[in-house]
């Protein structure tokens, strides 16, 4: 069985830095791209980046573009956010999550089929 690992999450203050890693354990799997969703208390889960696994194109939510980075690492078969400038906004679960089947939209949480666990990070301000 498949799983997704996030890690990397924490405490921060404001206009620091955190990275996250999603890695992927346990059969190989196909995937046709990978997110990062977060979700805030009270709020509903948000979009904030995805990445198309083979050809590396990446998409942003406004609000983090420019601040935020993802990327992909073949061999470790692990996925990265780079959250740059964070802002106390920013604090949330974050959830990994990968697509298995082509299509366009990647912004929307239930076209993606395989979800990690989560992990906490908090902007202090």
């Known amino acids: 069985q498949v799983q997704l690992v996030e890690s990397g999450g924490g405490l921060v203050q404001a206009g620091g830095s955190l990275r996250l890693s999603c890695a992927a354990s346990g059969r190989t799997f196909s995937r046709y791209a990978m997110g990062w969703f977060r979700q805030a208390p009270g709020k509903e889960r948000e979009f904030v980046a995805a990445i198309i696994w083979s050809g590396g194109s990446t998409y942003y939510a406004d609000s983090v573009k420019g601040r935020f980075t993802i990327s992909r690492d073949y061999a470790k078969n692990t996925v990265y956010l780079q959250m740059n400038s964070l802002k106390p906004e920013d604090t949330a679960v974050y959830y990994c999550?990968?697509?298995?089947?082509?299509?366009?939209?990647?912004?929307?949480?239930?076209?993606?089929?395989?979800w990690g666990q989560g992990t906490q990070v908090t902007v202090s301000s």
């Open positions: 999550a990968a697509r298995s089947f082509p299509g366009l939209v990647v912004r929307t949480a239930s076209v993606y089929d395989l």
